[in-house]
């Protein structure tokens, strides 16, 4: 809907319409985020050590709408789902703000988010999340191994390709709770 990001919202090209009104109806709550992607987000990691890798700030912005029922959400002790790696980025990029100012609820905010999520990272806001499949050696797929583990899912990956299952970012996509 606003323009400047390189790259369409690829994971949430999975949900119509219909669905989301569906999802709805039973009682799931929507919100929504802007993150405009940059390239640098498809660019493959060359370095050996992924943490010598430089992931490129990225404007975002998540309005008070959606501060606020995320932080019902975590008070209630309902289960934050992000649809894509690039929300998941934006979400715990917030989450860290806010934690480094000692808030504990996240407010409306804007700017550049630049956080490389790696294994090892500790997941403050988001519970799961759904996402294309990724290609090797990427940030996309990286993120997605901090938060399942890798072999679980280089398991995944390896039944995808058995089932012949499509990669990338008009590919099939997954939930991993």
């Given at each position: 809907r606003e323009p400047g990001s390189v790259a369409a919202p690829t994971a949430g090209l999975h949900f119509t319409p219909e669905?989301?009104?569906?999802?709805?109806?039973?009682?799931?709550?929507?919100?929504?985020?802007?993150?405009?992607?940059g390239l640098d987000t498809f660019r493959p990691v060359q370095t050996e050590d992924p943490t010598e890798h430089k992931l490129h700030s990225e404007p975002f912005s998540l309005g008070e709408q959606t501060a606020q029922e995320l932080n019902?959400?975590?008070?209630?002790?309902?289960?934050?789902?992000?649809?894509?790696?690039?929300?998941?980025?934006?979400?715990?990029?917030?989450?860290?703000?806010?934690?480094?100012?000692?808030?504990?609820?996240?407010?409306?905010?804007?700017?550049?988010?630049?956080?490389?999520?790696?294994?090892g990272h500790r997941f403050r806001l988001v519970q799961a999340m759904v996402t294309n499949f990724h290609l090797p050696r990427s940030t996309l797929l990286m993120l997605?191994?901090?938060?399942?583990?890798?072999?679980?899912?280089?398991?995944?990956?390896?039944?995808?390709?058995?089932?012949?299952?499509?990669?990338?970012s008009f590919g099939d996509a997954m939930l991993i709770v």
């Open positions: 669905l989301l009104a569906r999802l709805r109806e039973q009682g799931v709550r929507q919100v929504f985020i802007t993150l405009h992607i019902a959400a975590r008070r209630e002790g309902r289960r934050i789902v992000a649809v894509g790696t690039t929300s998941v980025r934006v979400l715990e990029h917030v989450a860290l703000q806010a934690e480094a100012q000692g808030r504990s609820e996240l407010g409306p905010t804007a700017g550049w988010a630049d956080l490389f999520i790696l294994p997605v191994s901090a938060f399942a583990g890798r072999e679980r899912v280089l398991a995944a990956y390896q039944e995808a390709v058995r089932l012949r299952y499509r990669f990338y």
